[in-house]
């Protein structure tokens, strides 16, 4: 033998070598790159979504206008909201407790939506009691509560 | 091996780069994430504190015109937006809650007004309003509109001072907090309205009179707004007046507030003297201890120091002597004065009162002194009726049961003893009258009774005899009673069976069995027959029985046994057997008329007539010679009548008087009637028995039995022993005008002129009181005996009201200065009515004959400056064509007259009307006064003293005190031990005790113009002259608090 040209030999297979990594690398990265994003993507997706719902439960504003308590028989309490926020809201239940014999009046009130600006109403049968303090919890469908408490 | 390593580093090098975007883009969308979240929450919280910073505040609410006035201030950094206003009515809660949109915006420090103007809701300024504005960011502010009435607030009322003295103001502040739990504005703040009539309720406690006059407030009217914290005040002045301990209550509220959110305070009069509060009050009675109020301003008949000479008025008792003076109030208009002074005084609004003491005339002015025989108004309703001319046997009784005199047999031939087996009969010998037996001797007792004066047919009542017992007897007897049966009984004769033989009556009366007579002379009921009534009546209903007839009653057995009887006294003046009988005219009892207070024509008392048996009857038979006797003319009877049914079939005598012959109808006579039938009046007169030629009569042509009032005056006229004997008849109705006058008729022919009625007379029956009886009224009975009224006098008789309106006065109380210029007309009283009260004959100075007459006036509130004078005035009115007044007399000053003489009595002033005392310098000056209490006094030298302050010159004149009830009357401001030991008061001794409702008397030294003790060594005393006289009284009482007191007696004259 002889020595014949080994370095002919040698040449080819760090080329192959070179375009197997080169390959591998590429694809790995790309697989990689792909799934980042591709991961990415689907959180931010969530996180936007969650994003948004914190920031509107942060923008809903409501103030408790007025209390008037109807003496005329069956007694109620008239409850005037005002949507003081920058977003509309939807109110979903309306709490009324006197904290004193654990009488709670609650009405459910589904997708009451109030604009930004706008006032809603609501009468409420209750049998409030002179000087007796009630509290009223408003909760809004992003499960914001706000709560008053008056006195007739 | 290069090689290798090369590729090997890109390998890492592209993995890193790798690494790196993918972390790089992570991190990038969470820092892009996180941002915007930040992003928002920031401006979350840029809105939160937006709302924070915001603020605003309701400035002003007013309801001008029923809409809202509201001013609202930015007083925040950020521009606002009222949104929404919310409205509630506090006052009507079934108002609900109004919601009204505005959108108005408000700058930074600015305001926004008007409000609510534009709203559709009509506000009422009476009621109370919650107001909430909420802005755009949601914050809310809320104020109330005339509404404390959620919950009461924090008020205090306070007097300033509390204790004042009368006429001084006091200021009165209600101070208002809102302290409300909601820390809620209140608006429009004011004192409720209601309260009172100046936003404030008073009530007083007087002791007499006293008052708390509004002068200011409430200032301010409102508050416009008022936070919570804040103090509004509000501000009253009120005069008070009265009397020590007389207190005001002031009590205020709030407008809309809660009924109980008030506050009170009290005021209370208390003389405060040199700023110390004395507890005991020291008042005048000046000069003298008189006993009156100071609102007691009695008439003297002083004229000194008053204008044009007028009478005096002060509150000073009567010093006029026992008889003051008489005022003709018809010839005399009197005028009383004040004295005036140098306080002013006032008087609060009330009632004052004229208290006159007054005689009422009798007569007519025509008619005065022309001496009435009689007169009988009927205003007190006795009985029996008196003669207001004071004469007993003119006076009057009712008709009804007549009591015979007794008669007693005192003639030895009227009582007799016949023996029943014999008939022999003693008039004489026998001592003793034996009923029926004489020890064993039967008889018959004869009783003869001379002038038995009961009427024939007359109605008896009741008959008795009396015997007196002559022995003591027991025995068992019983006797029997008749009359003899004739017309007038015979005299007894001794002839025998002469008693027996006579005709006895068919009546009897069994007596016994007689009770024992235990004792000789007794005059009981054991020695009185039973009643024999039956038995007189029989014998009086005998056709022939006159009155004053003989009468004889027989006594005889009645189943007595032999020996026993009853012994009776015989004819004697004192113990013989006596006749008693009581009768009546005709069946029934008769009797007085029905008296009525207001039943007369002029609304005074007079009597009703039942036309059956009612009549009046003079008490005595009329003598001839007498007053109420009808002799010869003139004769004038005057009367007032009103029937109660027209006239029947029977003549009505109104009037009459009857005499000689048989009444009614054959005797002389003399009526005033009203015809049967007819009712027209008659007056008719007989001076001869009824004879037609004896006999004249007036006659009207009218009919009078209508049930109206009418006068009738009936006049007999013509000298005496003259023959032109006329009657004249007047007619009068109730008006004044006259209705009839009937004149001269003469009598036919006959010179007998003489009326002899010398029996009774009679109101409203015939003049036999058995018929011709009256059916009506009848008042105001007048008669004269000798005079014939004319026309013009019966005419001015006939418009006299002897009822409420008798006399006329007119009233004026006015104020005038010092010399009795008008300044002020205060009262005018015209035509006040005086009644009329029966003098009874009185004179001028009978002080029983005077009646009080009080008349009201009300000025209101008087005040008097110094120098001005009250004056009381008195006009009379005269009479009119169809009212006569009777002339009107007023004692004033009169010191015996009780209570008290005339006066004027006013409100309680605040300080005594001057007085017109008078100091004599002869005398020892001294002053009562009086110690209204509440506590016991003395007095003290140092500050005591009487100034007298001079009205011309300019020296005043003052006295020292020297003792205090001193009664040394030697001098009462000796030093000797007589005085000295007791009442002396001086620098090392105070005055006596002075007790609660007693009165002291101070003594002073000389009145000098360098007051001392000693006059010698003293100033220069003082001249006579007019001063203003003070006195200081210096003293302290039982709770030590001391006192100076100076009391103003106004005007005195010091005299010489």
């Given at each position: 033998?002889?020595?014949?040209?080994?370095?002919?030999?040698?040449?080819?297979?760090?080329?192959?070598?070179?375009?197997?990594?080169?390959?591998?690398?590429?694809?790995?990265?790309?697989?990689?790159?792909?799934?980042?994003?591709?991961?990415?993507?689907?959180?931010?997706?969530?996180?936007?979504?969650?994003?948004?719902?914190?920031?509107?439960?942060?923008?809903?504003?409501?103030?408790?206008?007025?209390?008037?308590?109807?003496?005329?028989?069956?007694?109620?309490?008239?409850?005037?909201?005002?949507?003081?926020?920058?977003?509309?809201?939807?109110?979903?239940?309306?709490?009324?407790?006197?904290?004193?014999?654990?009488?709670?009046?609650?009405?459910?009130?589904?997708?009451?939506?109030?604009?930004?600006?706008?006032?809603?109403?609501?009468?409420?049968?209750?049998?409030?009691?002179?000087?007796?303090?009630?509290?009223?919890?408003?909760?809004?469908?992003?499960?914001?509560?706000?709560?008053?408490?008056?006195?007739? | 091996?290069?090689?290798?390593?090369?590729?090997?580093?890109?390998?890492?090098?592209?993995?890193?780069?790798?690494?790196?975007?993918?972390?790089?883009?992570?991190?990038?969308?969470?820092?892009?994430?996180?941002?915007?979240?930040?992003?928002?929450?920031?401006?979350?919280?840029?809105?939160?504190?937006?709302?924070?910073?915001?603020?605003?505040?309701?400035?002003?609410?007013?309801?001008?015109?029923?809409?809202?006035?509201?001013?609202?201030?930015?007083?925040?950094?950020?521009?606002?937006?009222?949104?929404?206003?919310?409205?509630?009515?506090?006052?009507?809660?079934?108002?609900?809650?109004?919601?009204?949109?505005?959108?108005?915006?408000?700058?930074?420090?600015?305001?926004?007004?008007?409000?609510?103007?534009?709203?559709?809701?009509?506000?009422?300024?009476?009621?109370?309003?919650?107001?909430?504005?909420?802005?755009?960011?949601?914050?809310?502010?809320?104020?109330?509109?005339?509404?404390?009435?959620?919950?009461?607030?924090?008020?205090?009322?306070?007097?300033?001072?509390?204790?004042?003295?009368?006429?001084?103001?006091?200021?009165?502040?209600?101070?208002?907090?809102?302290?409300?739990?909601?820390?809620?504005?209140?608006?429009?703040?004011?004192?409720?309205?209601?309260?009172?009539?100046?936003?404030?309720?008073?009530?007083?406690?007087?002791?007499?009179?006293?008052?708390?006059?509004?002068?200011?407030?409430?200032?301010?009217?409102?508050?416009?707004?008022?936070?919570?914290?804040?103090?509004?005040?509000?501000?009253?002045?009120?005069?008070?007046?009265?009397?020590?301990?007389?207190?005001?209550?002031?009590?205020?509220?709030?407008?809309?507030?809660?009924?109980?959110?008030?506050?009170?305070?009290?005021?209370?009069?208390?003389?405060?003297?040199?700023?110390?509060?004395?507890?005991?009050?020291?008042?005048?009675?000046?000069?003298?201890?008189?006993?009156?109020?100071?609102?007691v301003l009695l008439f003297h008949l002083e004229t000194d120091?008053t204008p044009s000479a007028r009478y005096q008025m002060y509150?000073?008792s009567a010093d006029g002597g026992s008889n003051g003076l008489k005022i003709d109030l018809d010839t005399t208009n009197p005028r009383f004065f004040?004295?005036?002074?140098?306080?002013?005084?006032?008087?609060?609004?009330?009632?004052w009162v004229a208290s006159l003491k007054v005689q009422s005339e009798a007569m007519p002015p025509i008619l005065v002194g022309d001496s009435e025989s009689m007169i009988f108004h009927f205003d007190d309703g006795g009985a029996n009726p008196d003669n207001s001319q004071a004469s007993s046997t003119r006076d009057l009784e009712g008709c009804?049961?007549?009591?015979?005199?007794?008669?007693?047999?005192?003639?030895?031939?009227?009582?007799?003893?016949?023996?029943?087996?014999?008939?022999?009969?003693?008039?004489?010998?026998?001592?003793?009258?034996?009923?029926?037996?004489?020890?064993?001797?039967?008889?018959?007792?004869?009783?003869?009774?001379?002038?038995?004066?009961?009427?024939?047919?007359?109605?008896?009542?009741?008959?008795?005899?009396?015997?007196?017992?002559?022995?003591?007897?027991?025995?068992?007897?019983?006797?029997?009673?008749?009359?003899?049966?004739?017309?007038?009984?015979?005299?007894?004769?001794?002839?025998?069976?002469?008693?027996?033989?006579?005709?006895?009556?068919?009546?009897?009366?069994?007596?016994?069995?007689?009770?024992?007579?235990?004792?000789?002379?007794?005059?009981?009921?054991?020695?009185?027959?039973?009643?024999?009534?039956?038995?007189?009546?029989?014998?009086?209903?005998?056709?022939?029985?006159?009155?004053?007839?003989?009468?004889?009653?027989?006594?005889?057995?009645?189943?007595?046994?032999?020996?026993?009887?009853?012994?009776?006294?015989?004819?004697?003046?004192?113990?013989?057997?006596?006749?008693?009988?009581?009768?009546?005219?005709?069946?029934?009892?008769?009797?007085p008329p029905t008296w009525s207070s207001t039943g007369g024509p002029h609304v005074s008392g007079a009597f009703s007539f039942?036309?059956?048996?009612d009549c009046f009857r003079s008490v005595n038979n009329v003598a001839s010679g007498d007053a109420n006797h009808i002799d010869v003319e003139p004769d004038t009877t005057a009367l007032w009548f009103k029937t109660a049914?027209?006239?029947?079939?029977?003549?009505q005598h109104l009037v009459s008087w009857g005499g000689?012959?048989?009444?009614?109808?054959?005797?002389d006579y003399y009526k005033i009637a009203l015809e049967?039938?007819?009712g027209k009046v008659i007056f008719s007169y007989s001076t001869?028995?009824?004879?037609?030629?004896?006999t004249n009569t007036c006659k009207s042509i009218n009919e009078y039995d209508n049930g109206n009032w009418y006068q009738v005056v009936a006049v007999r006229e013509g000298p005496p022993g003259g023959d032109n004997n006329e009657c004249n008849l007047y007619i009068t109705d109730i008006n004044g005008n006259d209705a009839e006058a009937v004149v001269n008729q003469n009598l036919?022919?006959?010179?007998t002129y003489n009326v002899d009625s010398n029996g009774r007379w009679y109101i409203g029956s015939n003049e036999?009181?058995?018929?011709?009886?009256f059916?009506g009224y009848i008042d105001d009975v007048i008669h004269w005996n000798s005079k014939a009224l004319d026309a013009t006098e019966s005419d001015q008789l006939s418009k006299v009201n002897y009822g409420t309106q008798a006399h006329k006065l007119n009233f004026y109380l006015d104020?005038?200065?010092?010399?009795g210029?008008?300044?002020?007309?205060?009262v005018t009283d015209l035509n006040v009515a005086i009644p009329f009260k029966d003098p009874r004959g009185g004179t001028d100075n009978d002080d029983s004959t005077y009646y009080v007459f009080n008349r009201t006036l009300?000025?209101?509130?008087?005040?008097?400056?110094?120098?001005?004078?009250l004056n009381f005035s008195i006009n009379w009115v005269d009479s009119t064509s169809t009212w006569q007044a009777l002339q009107l007399d007023m004692k004033i000053d009169d010191q015996d007259m009780t209570p008290l003489p005339s006066f004027l009595q006013?409100?309680?002033?605040?300080?005594?009307?001057?007085?017109?005392?008078?100091?004599?310098?002869?005398?020892?000056?001294?002053?009562?006064?009086?110690?209204?209490?509440?506590?016991?006094?003395?007095?003290?030298?140092?500050?005591?003293?009487?100034?007298?302050?001079?009205?011309?010159?300019?020296?005043?004149?003052?006295?020292?005190?020297?003792?205090?009830?001193?009664?040394?009357?030697?001098?009462?401001?000796?030093?000797?031990?007589?005085?000295?030991?007791?009442?002396?008061?001086?620098?090392?001794?105070?005055?006596?005790?002075?007790?609660?409702?007693?009165?002291?008397?101070?003594?002073?030294?000389?009145?000098?113009?360098?007051?001392?003790?000693?006059?010698?060594?003293?100033?220069?005393?003082?001249?006579?002259?007019?001063?203003?006289?003070?006195?200081?009284?210096?003293?302290?009482?039982?709770?030590?608090?001391?006192?100076?007191?100076?009391?103003?007696?106004?005007?005195?004259?010091?005299?010489?």
């Open positions: 033998m002889g020595w014949c040209n080994n370095r002919s030999r040698r040449g080819l297979s760090t080329v192959v070598t070179g375009v197997i990594m080169l390959s591998a690398v590429a694809v790995l990265g790309t697989a990689i790159v792909a799934w980042s994003n591709s991961n990415l993507f689907a959180n931010q997706q969530v996180l936007n979504t969650q994003l948004a719902t914190n920031v509107n439960k942060i923008k809903e504003s409501i103030v408790i206008e007025n209390v008037w308590f109807n003496q005329t028989a069956p007694k109620s309490i008239n409850i005037t909201l005002n949507n003081v926020g920058t977003i509309g809201l939807n109110v979903t239940s309306i709490k009324i407790d006197n904290e004193t014999d654990g009488d709670v009046d609650q009405t459910n009130q589904t997708n009451d939506a109030v604009l930004p600006g706008k006032t809603k109403s609501y009468a409420i049968k209750f049998d409030w009691q002179t000087n007796i303090p009630v509290k009223i919890f408003i909760t809004t469908l992003r499960d914001n509560i706000f709560t008053t408490e008056d006195s007739p | 091996m290069r090689g290798r390593k090369g590729l090997s580093s890109v390998v890492g090098t592209v993995f890193s780069i790798i690494a790196l975007v993918t972390v790089v883009t992570y991190v990038t969308y969470s820092m892009n994430t996180l941002q915007q979240f930040n992003q928002e929450v920031m401006t979350k919280n840029t809105e939160i504190i937006d709302q924070a910073k915001e603020e605003f505040s309701v400035v002003k609410a007013t309801i001008p015109n029923n809409k809202f006035n509201i001013t609202v201030q930015n007083t925040g950094e950020l521009p606002i937006n009222i949104a929404r206003i919310w409205i509630s009515n506090k006052t009507d809660p079934s108002w609900g809650t109004a919601k009204y949109d505005v959108n108005i915006p408000v700058s930074p420090g600015k305001v926004a007004t008007n409000i609510g103007q534009n709203i559709a809701l009509t506000a009422l300024s009476t009621q109370a309003y919650e107001i909430k504005m909420t802005t755009e960011r949601g914050n809310e502010d809320e104020v109330l509109i005339n509404s404390p009435s959620q919950e009461p607030l924090y008020l205090q009322l306070h007097a300033l001072p509390e204790a004042i003295s009368t006429e001084f103001t006091t200021t009165i502040l209600l101070t208002v907090t809102n302290n409300m739990s909601n820390n809620n504005m209140l608006l429009n703040v004011a004192p409720d309205p209601t309260d009172g009539t100046d936003s404030i309720s008073v009530t007083t406690v007087c002791a007499t009179t006293c008052s708390a006059t509004w002068k200011s407030g409430p200032t301010p009217a409102s508050y416009p707004s008022l936070k919570y914290g804040d103090t509004a005040t509000f501000k009253w002045i009120y005069e008070i007046q009265g009397s020590p301990d007389d207190t005001a209550t002031f009590t205020a509220s709030l407008e809309n507030g809660i009924a109980s959110n008030t506050a009170s305070a009290v005021a209370t009069v208390t003389d405060v003297i040199s700023a110390l509060e004395a507890g005991s009050a020291i008042t005048s009675k000046g000069l003298t201890a008189s006993t009156l109020g100071d609102d120091r509150s000073g004040t004295n005036n002074g140098t306080d002013t005084i006032d008087t609060p609004t009330g009632n009804g049961p007549y009591t015979m005199t007794p008669i007693r047999i005192t003639a030895d031939a009227d009582d007799g003893e016949e023996v029943v087996s014999t008939g022999a009969v003693d008039l004489t010998s026998s001592g003793d009258l034996e009923m029926p037996y004489d020890g064993s001797t039967l008889q018959i007792v004869g009783l003869r009774f001379t002038g038995v004066t009961v009427p024939q047919g007359a109605t008896i009542q009741s008959a008795f005899i009396q015997f007196s017992a002559d022995e003591v007897q027991q025995g068992t007897t019983t006797v029997r009673i008749r009359g003899q049966a004739a017309d007038n009984a015979a005299a007894f004769t001794t002839t025998a069976f002469d008693i027996s033989a006579r005709a006895d009556t068919t009546a009897a009366v069994t007596w016994g069995p007689i009770p024992g007579w235990d004792q000789i002379g007794e005059q009981g009921p054991d020695q009185k027959t039973p009643d024999i009534k039956t038995v007189i009546q029989e014998i009086v209903n005998r056709a022939g029985w006159v009155s004053g007839n003989y009468m004889v009653i027989t006594v005889d057995n009645s189943g007595t046994a032999s020996g026993n009887r009853r012994t009776a006294d015989i004819a004697s003046t004192t113990v013989g057997p006596q006749l008693q009988i009581t009768w009546t005219p005709q069946a029934g009892s008769g009797g039942d036309g059956v048996n049914a027209a006239v029947g079939a029977t003549e000689d012959g048989t009444c009614p109808g054959s005797c049967a039938n007819t001869s028995l009824g004879v037609a030629a004896s036919p022919g006959d010179s036999a009181e058995n018929g011709n009886f059916n104020k005038t200065d010092k010399n210029v008008f300044v002020q007309n205060l009300t000025p209101g509130a008087v005040t008097l400056t110094p120098n001005q004078r006013t409100t309680k002033p605040s300080v005594p009307f001057p007085s017109y005392f008078v100091y004599d310098k002869s005398n020892r000056l001294s002053v009562y006064v009086y110690n209204v209490g509440p506590y016991g006094s003395w007095f003290v030298y140092q500050g005591t003293r009487a100034v007298f302050d001079s009205s011309t010159s300019g020296t005043s004149y003052a006295a020292i005190i020297c003792s205090v009830n001193s009664t040394y009357s030697t001098d009462f401001c000796s030093t000797s031990t007589s005085n000295n030991g007791a009442w002396m008061v001086n620098e090392h001794r105070d005055s006596i005790f002075v007790p609660v409702n007693k009165i002291a008397r101070i003594f002073f030294w000389s009145i000098q113009d360098r007051p001392d003790n000693d006059q010698a060594t003293g100033g220069t005393l003082i001249p006579a002259g007019e001063y203003d006289m003070t006195v200081f009284i210096d003293g302290y009482d039982e709770k030590g608090q001391k006192f100076l007191r100076n009391l103003s007696l106004g005007r005195v004259r010091v005299q010489d």
